[in-house]
């Protein structure tokens, strides 16, 4: 069958060719997004006389119609289509032969489909943030019932200083805020309607390319209609969001797979969201964060696929460009797979302070606190450090902990301890005592909850 497009060529494309440059298997996920624009570019073209008032109120019924079809089941997407615009197109045409071939006056596939794509990743990205913020607010949720809780915090995976396991949580909320921050602004500059760019100079036609604009939710036009056929910064820009957001997933991911193993023990998943082994029966894997981790390389390689695809494109429109989808879908999907997954993961994990307690205390993380408490009595800090520094090696060579050396012990290495040492010491005290802003004291965690509260309320109420 020939071509609707048919005409400088004969419309007959080789087979393989032709599977070769269809798209309907990935961009027919588009199809309520095509149709809507439609009837927005009728309406348009009815109120600018362009054609009548009654044709337009003609291919808006129609154009509804193969919505509701589709959407029931009535209507199937043909797979031989070669586009889901063509698809729309043709169906439109059979149901109304002499009118449904006025539809496409005054605009072109190439102002379509970046219409279409731009309508369809704006709701995208209202769904990913509502998912983003249903985990921070399960993040933030364990981070108040456990913003007490002792935990030994790390560098370069070596135990440094106490912390409250709330505060560790809160670092994530802060990353995934910033993460519905990005989602945000780019959502902001995609907001502008490409229809009516036409192929790539504009149209003849006295068409009113803010009226359709406005009827689909566009804060205003793109200013060059060469611009607004081959622009694609949007989504380059949602799918570097996507993997920044990936990325805080991942490390995140890591550490509950470090915390859940044997060697740290510092949380226990849910059943729900762990698998066994087939020939160990001991085993409780944590899948889920592992595959967290593992579908973000994913998403890293969806940003890089559109990046190479866009480097070299002159203007305006290339076929090229039809390659922007599926790695596209496949990020927002991904992403939001993800996210699904991840908030009741954490949600339901089970904190194990009685562990976090006593690694604090084995790695002698109040040894800044003891230096600190040397310096409050007088002494150069250097000259504390290295004094702080040997009565850790001499715990270690005991078998102590800083709050079970004895007294006696702590007065050999300088007269100036007293019994105020073990508050000084007292990993509780150390927390509590860190009040500066952003810090790990109680008091702080619970000012970070209340500000992430009060972000997430934002967010929420955009979507």
């Given amino acids: 069958m020939a071509k609707m497009w048919a005409g400088r060529t004969a419309g007959r ?27 927005a570019h009728a309406a348009m073209l009815g109120a600018t006389g362009i054609i009548t008032k009654k ?10 119609g193969i919505l509701a079809d589709l959407e029931s089941g009535k209507l199937k997407i043909d797979p031989k289509a070669e586009d889901i615009h063509m698809f729309v197109e043709e169906v439109l045409t059979k149901r109304l032969p002499d009118l449904g071939k006025k539809l496409h006056t005054a605009r072109s596939r190439n102002d379509q489909v970046a219409l279409d794509l731009r309508l369809y990743l704006r709701e995208e990205i209202a769904e990913i943030t509502a998912l983003a913020a249903e985990l921070a607010a399960a993040v933030t949720k364990q981070a108040k019932e ?13 135990r440094a200083q106490p912390i409250t396991f709330g505060q560790h949580l809160m670092a994530y909320v802060m990353m995934l805020l910033r993460d519905m921050e990005r989602l945000s602004d780019c959502a902001k500059r995609m907001n502008q309607s490409p229809i009516g760019s036409c192929a790539l100079a504009g149209t003849t036609y006295p068409t009113n390319r803010l009226m359709e604009a406005e009827s689909l939710g566009f804060d205003g036009i793109m200013k060059n209609s060469m611009d607004g056929v081959s622009d694609r910064d949007y989504a380059v820009e949602l799918l570097s969001a996507l993997s920044i957001l990936m990325m805080h997933l991942s490390r995140f991911s890591e550490e509950i797979i470090l915390w859940s193993s ?12 762990t698998t066994g082994s087939s020939i160990m029966p001991q085993k409780k894997n944590p899948d889920m964060a592992e595959l967290a981790r593992g579908k973000t390389g994913r998403v890293y390689g969806d940003l890089m696929t559109l990046l190479t695809v866009l480097k070299g494109l002159p203007l305006a429109y290339n076929k090229d460009m039809q390659e922007d989808k599926e790695c596209v879908f496949d ?5 939001k797979m993800c996210l699904k997954v991840f908030a009741p993961m954490v949600e339901t994990m089970h904190v194990r302070k009685d562990r976090m307690l006593k690694a604090a205390q084995e790695g002698f993380i109040g040894a800044t606190d003891l230096a600190d408490y040397l310096v409050s009595k007088g002494l150069p800090f250097r000259s504390a450090y290295k004094i702080s520094g040997r009565i850790v090696a001499k715990c270690i060579e005991d078998g102590l902990v800083l709050e079970t050396l004895p007294l006696a012990e702590y007065r050999k290495f300088d007269k100036v301890f007293d019994k105020d040492v073990y508050a000084a010491v007292d990993l509780k005290n150390c ?12 008091s702080e965690v619970t000012r ?10 934002k967010y929420q109420a955009q979507v």
């Fill in 431 to 442: 927390v509590k005592k860190r009040t500066s802003a952003g810090g790990t004291a109680p």
């Fill in 262 to 273: 044997w060697e740290f023990h510092f949380v226990e998943l849910s059943d729900a969201f």
């Fill in 331 to 335: 990020a927002c999907d991904t992403v």
């Fill in 55 to 64: 044709e337009a109120d003609g291919l808006i019924e129609g154009l509804s």
């Fill in 448 to 457: 970070q909850i209340r500000f992430a509260r009060t972000q997430l309320k």
């Fill in 146 to 158: 456990h913003k007490e809780t002792i935990l030994p915090g790390y560098t370069h995976l070596q």
């Fill in 13 to 39: 494309v080789n087979e393989t060719a032709d599977a070769f440059n269809s798209s309907i298997a990935f961009d027919q996920r588009l199809y309520a997004q095509d149709i809507k624009g439609s009837m």
